[in-house]
């Protein structure tokens, strides 16, 4: 089946630093890629969807100059949470599908990032 | 919006015995319906899907019935094991799978005592 990986798992860093979220496909070309945002016992809230060479598509209340998106290649997209602080702490998934591939997501494992 | 409703929001049943999960959605466009399994600190895992063209879907001890008109979708589980403890999530999307925005219910905590 399809793998998604995401790197790190878990990530600490002081308030201020920027922290990049990578998303990998392992075994397919991803077109489409999204980035999810869950809190703790709570359901995933999509941030962004990003198709590959072209700019991020945001959700209302999203700020994209904090929260950057990169897609540049079919197998990779990264998040940059830009001048972290302790409110953006969360468990962040992404997921990638492809328009030659079943007409499914596939989730990465997420990555647990926590601002001190 | 769409807005998906899902209950209960935790689940207690004993091995053997079956679950039954059941969400209601909002945008009667919507055509693609999800479930998804997440263990505790992992990513979403698919467990079974269906599409608006289609009442029923069953894979082993796992189905899902849709119903268009009431707009609502359930996940049956039988004969429950100790592993299928985790956290259930419906999702319901008007674009599909692959190129839509999945809008996910709040989630179902399953546990399942031995």
């Known amino acids: 089946g399809a793998v998604v990986s995401q790197h790190p798992s878990r990530v600490i860093c002081k308030s201020g630093t920027s922290v990049k979220i990578e998303c990998r496909s392992l075994?397919?070309?991803?077109?489409?890629m999204f980035w999810y945002r869950q809190f703790p016992k709570k359901s995933l809230m999509l941030m962004a969807t990003?198709?590959?060479?072209?700019?991020?598509?945001?959700e209302q209340g999203v700020e994209k100059d904090k929260f950057l998106i990169n897609h540049a290649s079919l197998t990779l997209s990264t998040l940059t949470v830009t001048s972290a602080h302790p409110e953006d702490s969360s468990f962040y998934i992404c997921?990638?599908?492809?328009?030659?591939?079943?007409?499914?997501?596939?989730f990465g494992p997420g990555t647990r990032l926590t601002v001190l | 919006g769409e807005n998906v409703e899902q209950h209960p929001s935790t689940l207690s049943v004993q091995e053997g015995d079956s679950a039954v999960i059941k969400c209601t959605y909002s945008?009667?466009?919507?055509?693609?319906f999800p479930w998804y399994k997440q263990e505790l600190g992992k990513g979403p895992q698919l467990i079974i899907d269906?599409?608006?063209?289609?009442g029923e879907k069953k894979d082993q001890r796992i189905a899902v019935t849709l119903n268009k008109t009431a707009k609502h979708f359930s996940l049956h589980i039988t004969e429950t094991q100790p592993e299928d403890s985790a956290v259930y999530f419906c999702?319901?999307?008007?674009?599909?799978?692959?190129?839509?925005?999945?809008?996910f219910g709040k989630g179902t905590k399953l546990s399942v005592k031995p």
């Open positions: 997921s990638a599908s492809s328009v030659a591939g079943p007409d499914t997501q596939y």
């Open positions: 075994d397919f070309q991803a077109t489409t």
């Open positions: 990003s198709n590959e060479g072209s700019k991020a598509t945001y």
């Open positions: 945008d009667s466009a919507s055509n693609y």
């Open positions: 269906i599409r608006s063209n289609v």
């Open positions: 999702a319901a999307s008007r674009y599909g799978g692959s190129q839509g925005n999945l809008i």
